[in-house]
């Protein structure tokens, strides 16, 4: 690796974006260090990411969530790795809410690029988008984004403070900083054979001058990336210690729920609360204007009592029912319209010329809820004006935006605690729950409260996955190539999200996750219009794993295997001639191909039949093949096994990633088989696990997953593995069955055994 | 009302007819049980009541008659881990790790009925175990393990 310059490690590589149009010296200026101030006795801090105490213990503070992806292991492993100490024995820490932790890649992948558009034009934006997100500083965890965006930041955090040990260790020896050597938490001078250990050293180190530039280790000589390492949250995780959002516990605290209007954001009109009143150990019932809230002495006789309440809630200021909504936003796709985010050749033209031989199809996909094992919860506390705020969550510095904005503080009256999150899927970047446990607690004389949500609650107060209708047309040439239309109408996430962050400025332009997965896959195709009809609804909509990514692959992989058989190529096959151009694709696809032994006959041996499916989707910058196979049994569809290989261009923990990959196909197929957010009467109709249930122990299908490291541009790992495993379960009952299901969930049409 | 947990008595004020999963977390102190659905249908409370596997979000405290065991329990006082929890690890199942403690009570529970447990076997006992990360394969084969780490004790 090349030196780089500390100037390029503060403030992130978007300074060599000269030319940007926002003021480039507030951009060059850094960020304070947070940890600074309130830093324990014995210990030093070298950066925001890293802390060493005179007993030698490092501590490396995590500015992401960790919310089940393993991000707190591979932090950890960025930094040891450039420090030279050993990984097991280096204590993590989630960082405070501070602007310094700002994640760039996240917004990096916001920008409208494909991913394999290295134009100068597409480099530009991503850079710009890198310093739009520092001025929005949003310290954030989404977007598959934080292994990109800590690559660097976190080597260079160990690299810098390890220069700066071994600068304190020359100055101490007086001998060239040149002739010593680091390692395991040691600085060594070979030639006279004694040592310091970093915690010796500490105290001078961190006055030392950050260095100019430090050279990071090549690839060939990584101790621990590259290789799996076992969890440092793995032991609290299986003895019951990891804290938890709703594990926190204060002196006097009490517990409180919250029950607001069904019908999202509407009001609360009413409220007899003498009931709840009654009831022993109840503390206060609290009107929150579109809802309340009841404080007691414990979790369940605040929910016990909160049933008690007879509230009068608004009308809801969206469509009342699933049909009226699915009506808006079918008008809004036959309106037209809309954006058109891929436009090659003349798609519409050569399907209106070859009459009668060009294919269409209708797909829908419904709303979905997040369902965190955690219910949404969080607890909080004012002292003297000032509010602390503990959640597991994914946007720390959002929740001391909108908290400064509804409470009239200045951002240094807030602090936010992150606890780990009990699953987070894109729902714990909203800061919904956070804020409502500060407005509860307000009202509770300096007493921390903890808000703990049913998991009625949290179902029928999400921000849901859109739901979307898509019309697809194509026609077929003699070569087997395809002219494809997309259009595609559904609510917009970035719009819907954007909206409810107090400050938070609009990303200017089209909302690209509404037509993600359709508009930026590695086809090669000369006609190919790619068009997405944003829906104007209030339904509160957000990210759900994946985003865009997680509905719109049905969509276009279904098409693509629709085309294959309308023209008698092999669905697989078919996608290698297509994806010729792109060498990352053709190398997952083929991947599958080899693992899963496509082609090879099935025997229907104890079954009805069995069939195979096969899907692809780039997304979050890693490029993902999968084939399930299903076999249809007198209980239903079975799916038997899954083969999924995955190019990240870099693993730096292979193990992880195998464990990311099952994580997203299970819970894709979880959605694919059954679940579905409807509406009566403006409010959510599912509350709980039995009309909203996910994959089963019973019904896991044997997963095997093949790391790929050749596409030369590290890629996310928490989304990617959803994306294609719908489509791909859907082509294989189109395979095994002959049936062509064209709506989510799949259910509507099958049973799953 | 005393109910034995982990070995001690503890008594414990509160209305009869409160779920034995809120007096552990919010009288009791044991956090390591977790509230998932309040309904017994994704088991991230269970518990062990005399050796059974039990949610505890759905049984009142007047209705606790044995000894309940959480996971508080598994790991001894000088930090030994049951062999579970260390086929766990070795498999490195948790990722979120909320519903981990009720699935790790289940294979507890599973594993003292039946100490050579088939697959069946495995989807029988853990199929009302909800977890949302997928950690579906990783605790099948971790279960596998801790069978024949049981064994050769």
């Known amino acids: 690796m090349g030196k780089l310059l500390r100037r390029t490690f503060l403030i992130g590589s978007a300074a060599t974006a000269g030319g940007v149009a926002v003021g480039f010296y507030m951009y060059k200026t850094p960020y304070p260090n947070p940890l600074t101030a309130d830093a324990d006795k014995g210990e030093s801090v070298f950066n925001p990411f890293v802390k060493i105490a005179a007993d030698n213990s490092v501590t490396v503070i995590v500015p992401r969530a960790e919310m089940g992806q393993g991000v707190v292991t591979t932090m950890a492993a960025l930094v040891a790795e450039e420090l030279h100490v050993e990984l097991s024995e280096v204590k993590t820490e989630f960082a405070p809410a501070a602007s310094v932790y700002y994640n760039r890649a996240m917004l990096e992948e916001g920008a409208p690029f494909q991913v394999f558009d290295n134009s100068f034009i597409a480099e530009m934006t991503r850079d710009i988008q890198g310093v739009v997100a520092k001025f929005l500083a949003m310290q954030a965890t989404g977007g598959s984004s934080s292994t990109v965006d800590a690559f660097d930041r976190m080597r260079m955090s160990g690299a810098t403070a390890r220069a700066m040990l071994i600068a304190a260790a020359a100055d101490k020896w007086q001998v060239a900083a040149a002739s010593l050597k680091t390692e395991n938490g040691k600085v060594l001078d070979p030639a006279l054979g004694r040592s310091f250990a970093y915690g010796d050293l500490v105290a001078t180190a961190a006055t030392q001058d950050v260095p100019e530039t430090v050279t990071l280790k090549d690839p060939g000589d990584w101790h621990y990336l590259g290789k799996s390492q076992p969890r440092l949250d793995m032991r609290a995780k299986v003895t019951g210690k990891a804290g938890f959002g709703v594990d926190v516990r204060l002196p006097d605290m009490l517990f409180a729920t919250v029950r607001m209007n069904p019908r999202q954001g509407a009001k609360m009109t009413g409220m007899d609360a003498s009931a709840a009143e009654k009831i022993p150990g109840v503390v206060k019932v609290i009107n929150l204007g579109t809802g309340y809230a009841v404080v007691a002495d414990n979790t369940w006789t605040a929910f016990k009592a909160a049933d008690l309440v007879t509230p009068e809630w608004a009308e809801a200021t969206y469509p009342a029912t699933t049909d009226a909504i699915f009506a808006s936003i079918d008008a809004a796709l036959k309106a037209g319209g809309g954006f058109t985010m891929r436009d090659e050749g003349d798609a519409p033209d050569a399907i209106a010329a070859a009459s009668g031989k060009a294919i269409s199809a209708r797909y829908s996909a419904p709303y979905l809820a997040h369902a965190t094992m955690e219910p949404m919860n969080a607890t909080a506390q004012w002292t003297d004006g000032r509010l602390a705020v503990w959640s597991g969550n994914q946007a720390p510095t959002s929740i001391v935006t909108q908290a400064a904005s509804e409470f009239g503080l200045s951002a240094s009256d807030i602090s936010v605690h992150s606890t780990y999150l009990g699953g987070g899927f894109g729902r714990r970047f909203e800061t919904d729950f956070s804020i409502l446990a500060a407005r509860v607690a307000k009202e509770m004389d300096g007493k921390p409260v903890q808000v703990t949500w049913t998991r009625e609650e949290d179902m029928r107060h999400d921000m849901y996955r859109p739901g979307a209708i898509c019309e697809a047309a194509a026609v077929v040439d003699g070569q087997g190539v395809p002219s494809v239309v997309f259009r595609v109408a559904s609510q917009s996430p970035i719009a819907s999200t954007f909206g409810r962050l107090a400050g938070a400025i609009t990303p200017p332009g089209n909302d690209k996750t509404i037509v993600d997965g359709l508009w930026d896959q590695p086809y090669a195709l000369a006609n190919y219009r790619v068009t997405g009809i944003p829906v104007d609804m209030d339904i509160p909509v957000g990210f759900w794993r994946a985003v865009g990514h997680s509905h719109n692959p049905f969509f276009h992989e279904s098409f693509m295997d629709e085309i294959a058989h309308s023209s008698d190529q092999d669905p697989l096959e078919m996608r290698l001639k297509l994806m010729q151009p792109y060498p990352a694709a053709v190398g997952a696809v083929q991947a599958v191909k080899d693992m899963s032994g496509w082609g090879t006959p099935l025997s229907a041996d104890g079954v009805k039949s069995r069939g195979r499916g096969v899907a692809f989707c780039l997304s979050f910058g890693t490029w993902v093949a999968q084939v399930v196979q299903v076999a249809d049994t007198d209980d239903g569809i079975r799916i038997e096994k899954v083969w999924c290989a995955a190019d990240f261009g870099t693993a730096l923990d292979p193990k992880n990633l195998e464990a990311q990959m099952m994580s997203g196909i299970i819970f894709g197929l979880s959605s694919a088989m059954g679940q579905e957010i409807t509406f009566a009467d403006g409010a959510v109709e599912q509350g709980n696990f039995d009309s909203y249930d996910a994959m089963r122990m019973n019904q896991t299908p044997e997963i095997q997953v093949r790391v790929l490291q050749a596409s030369g541009k590290m890629g996310g790992a928490g989304e990617p593995g959803t994306p294609p495993s719908l489509p791909a379960l859907a082509n294989a009952i189109f395979a095994a069955t002959g049936k062509r299901i064209r709506q989510l969930p799949l259910s509507k049409e099958i049973t799953f055994a | ?153």
């Not at chain 2, 505890?56 to 881990?81: K, P, Q, Y």
Request: glycine share 8%.
């Open chain 2, 1 to 153: 009302m005393d109910i034995k947990i982990n070995g001690k008595t503890v008594s414990i004020e509160a209305d009869p007819e409160m779920p034995l999963l809120w007096a552990l977390r919010d009288i009791a102190g044991l956090t390591g049980t977790k509230f998932g659905c309040g309904i017994a249908m994704c088991g991230a409370c269970t518990v062990l009541i005399d050796g059974e596997p039990t949610r505890s979000c759905s049984i009142a405290l007047e209705d606790v008659s044995g000894e309940v065991t959480t996971i508080e329990a598994l790991e001894g006082d000088d930090g030994a881990l049951h062999a579970v929890q260390e086929a766990w690890i070795e498999h490195q199942v948790a990722q979120c790790g909320y519903c981990q403690s009720g699935q790790i009570m289940s294979a507890v529970a599973l594993l003292e009925s039946n100490s050579t447990p088939a697959d069946a076997d495995i989807d029988e006992a853990m199929s009302s175990n909800l977890c949302r990360c997928g950690t579906y394969p990783r605790i099948r084969a971790a279960i596998h393990t801790a069978a024949k780490k049981l064994a050769e004790v």
